[in-house]
């Protein structure tokens, strides 16, 4: 029987939290005045186009300069225009680059960001850097996807979303071609790739109730992109142990798929054929499996009964939709991703923050249990 | 709804970097920001630093074109909310000793035996999950209305009412373990 909770006791109990010793007065009207003079500063700090800031030099100067004195006359002068004109002009250049930064879709400086990340890719010249960018962008994307969501410019989710997705399967591609080449490169990006859709994911589901029905469809796609499985993760039974390859019948659909072994490789010690396995693995370019992690399933021994092994939903490799394979935390959702609230605004060009201080990496327990909610 | 009104006049003001809509949202906000940084935090320096970064957030955030839309205070408390769990993360240990206030009253023991009690619930609070921690903070201790409280963590009201009956009964676990005799 469902045991019911009475929380007047424990309602009580966090009441004792309620009484906070008063905020000291002087820290408290120094970190106003500090907000108020950040306020300012920001105020003031407000790019003047370079453009108008050479028309008000130009005016200044030639107001002076033709009205007697005539600076074509003055090297000097003329050299410290010239210089002048550079700085401003380069100078106005960055601060551009810099504010559309932070520009949405519709916004005349976004061309200038998209541009930029294109600029971006085309200097690199190896695949882990471009997954790394396509990334990078990917989650400048969904900062985007928030604060269209925040603007409730929903119609112009749909081309965000095109590019997020398009973004995420760069990243996988440019993956898939490290394994080959660089298995050790490839399993680092991996996990990074693979943490990074997670976090997309939960950023998704957290906008997508913001959203009107008739606009979710937008967000579907990218979310569907984000579920890709880039770890994959599958029991099975060890056949064949050969120093490049081992040999794996999958419990699940019989399947016999080869693995290959790197240096990389991390093999738990002992195992042997017919030894039930979890691996962990990534789709190099050519369709190959490349093993990141191959170990024993806990409390198997080589003649353990895979069919009931792979019954353990915490060993299975079939996961719901959406899930992915680092849910086994506790009913507290204790785990190493344990993180935040959805993002919300515009994402910082660095860092993957967001102007709520986001690093988007709330964990898959808190999904689970909206959708048990809001179901 | 007043409240609301007067927050959406508020931003307006803000997005137009008017001092005395900033000045006032500062006000408005930042002493209950601040009483709620301290019970997570424990720390009042800390507390301080989360405010700081908290508004600072928002003026930059103001200056991209973006913030709050509409719920100014939902915004900000998440915020906040979010420097706490980073702060919480990156320091890998619970501050110890809590700022909260002392009734003052009794016996030494008593008071003793109260900040235990203080540390206990708050140890406990800090093992939800960062969305169990927010509906218990924000309903019980903030008194922010189920609809705040939604805003505050986008989710819908129901999600809100699933997450929060959850949240008290973990915390009611855990807080019966940590009082069970070793």
């Known amino acids: 029987m469902k045991e019911t909770l009475d929380p007047a006791p424990l309602i009580a109990r966090l009441d004792r939290l309620r009484d906070v010793s008063p905020r000291d007065p002087q820290a408290a009207a120094s970190g106003r005045a500090a907000y108020l003079r950040e306020a300012k500063a920001l105020r003031e700090a407000v790019s003047i186009a370079p453009t108008v800031r050479l028309k008000r030099i130009f005016g200044r100067r030639g107001a002076r300069g033709f009205s007697g004195i005539g600076w074509s006359g003055a090297p000097v002068h003329a050299l410290v225009l010239a210089v002048a004109v550079l700085v401003l002009l380069f100078g106005g250049a960055v601060a551009t680059a810099h504010a559309a930064q932070d520009s949405l879709p519709g916004n005349p400086l976004y061309s200038v960001k998209t541009g930029l990340e294109r600029a971006q890719l085309a200097l690199s010249r190896d695949h882990a850097r471009n997954a790394e960018l396509h990334l990078l962008f990917a989650e400048k994307r969904l900062g985007e996807l928030a604060g269209l969501v925040e603007d409730r410019r929903f119609d112009q989710l749909t081309d965000v979303t095109a590019a997020f997705e398009a973004h995420l399967q760069s990243a996988v591609l440019d993956l898939g071609s490290i394994a080959e080449a660089d298995p050790g490169e490839a399993k680092r990006l991996a996990s990074a790739v693979t943490d990074s859709m997670t976090r997309f994911v939960d950023i998704l589901n957290g906008l997508t109730p913001a959203v009107p029905p008739d606009a979710q469809g937008a967000l579907e796609g990218a979310l569907e992109s984000s579920r890709r499985q880039v770890e994959l993760e599958l029991i099975g039974i060890v056949k064949v142990i050969d120093p490049g390859v081992w040999s794996i019948v999958r419990t699940d659909n019989g399947q016999l798929l080869q693995v290959r072994i790197t240096s990389d490789t991390e093999i738990q010690a002992g195992l042997a054929l017919d030894d039930l396995v979890k691996v962990k693995s990534i789709a190099a370019a050519d369709g190959s499996l490349l093993g990141l992690e191959i170990e024993r399933v806990d409390g198997s021994t080589p003649d353990s009964d895979a069919a009931e092994a792979t019954q353990n939903p915490d060993d299975g490799e079939e996961m719901n939709e959406g899930e992915h394979s680092r849910t086994n935390e506790d009913d507290n959702g204790e785990g190493e991703d344990e993180d935040k609230i959805e993002t919300e605004g515009e994402s910082d060009s660095a860092g993957g923050e967001d102007d709520e201080g986001h690093h988007q990496d709330e964990h898959e327990y808190e999904r689970e249990q909206d959708h048990e909610g809001e179901s | ?182």
């Open chain 2, 1 to 182: 709804m007043t409240d609301k009104l007067d927050d959406l006049a508020l931003l307006e003001g803000a997005r137009r970097y008017e001092e005395d809509a900033l000045a006032e949202i500062y006000r408005r906000y930042s002493p209950a920001l601040y009483r709620y940084a301290v019970r997570l935090l424990g720390e009042p320096a800390l507390a301080e630093d989360c405010i700081a970064e908290t508004f600072s957030r928002f003026l930059h955030s103001l200056r991209r074109g973006g913030g709050p839309g509409r719920f100014l205070k939902a915004y900000l408390y998440r915020t906040a909310h979010n420097w706490i769990v980073d702060h919480i993360r990156r320091s890998a240990s619970v501050p110890v000793l809590p700022d909260l206030a002392d009734s003052g009253e009794g016996q030494p023991s008593e008071i003793v035996r109260a900040r235990m009690e203080r540390e206990r619930i708050r140890t406990a609070l800090l093992e939800l999950t960062p969305d169990q921690r927010q509906v218990i903070v924000l309903k019980y201790l903030e008194g922010f209305t189920n609809e705040e409280v939604a805003a505050a963590l986008r989710k819908s009201v129901g999600a809100v009412k699933s997450m929060q009956h959850r949240a008290l009964a973990t915390l009611k676990r855990l807080m019966d373990e940590k009082e069970a005799p070793e």
